[in-house]
């Protein structure tokens, strides 16, 4: 199985492509889609999409997992960081792969085994689990890498029948 994990946001969206079957794991790619600071937000949703439809095209995933959005103070941020997360979603959709959402707590429980741990447990965890010789950069690759473990790790009853 293929899965594309996203860190959604519209400054930078983090993605870590992983192939993973009986219980191994092997990266195929991480990084980024960005986008600078002062470009218009439309063009900026462009071009999300356009790096969505590329790695799509590439790597032709069997899953997309995505964190939930959790905010708290920032409204501003919090709305463009949605709509960036719509134009993912609405690629996935479009190519007609399975989307599984899931919370920063289900992410943490599934890659280090306690829903508490702290970012730096979180980044060395997901290294060693995917047999990484350093943590990946960007950090929005590294969070994407683990949500895409949270799938993996999550799928056995997810995958009998995608949503």
Sequence with gaps: MIILGIDPGYAIVGYGVIYYQSGRFRVLEYGAITTPAGMPLPKRLHRIYEGMEELIRKYKPDALSIEQLFFNTNSTTAIGVAEARGCILLSADMNNI???EYTPLQVKQAVTGYGRAE?????????????????????????????????A????SKMLGYN
């Design 98 to 100: 399975p989307i599984y």
């Design 119 to 151: 970012k730096r447990q979180i980044m060395q965890m997901t290294t060693t689990l995917l047999g990484l010789t350093e943590i990946p950069k960007p950090d929005d690759a590294a969070d994407a890498l683990a949500v895409a473990v949270c799938h």
């Design 153 to 156: 790790h999550s799928s056995g």
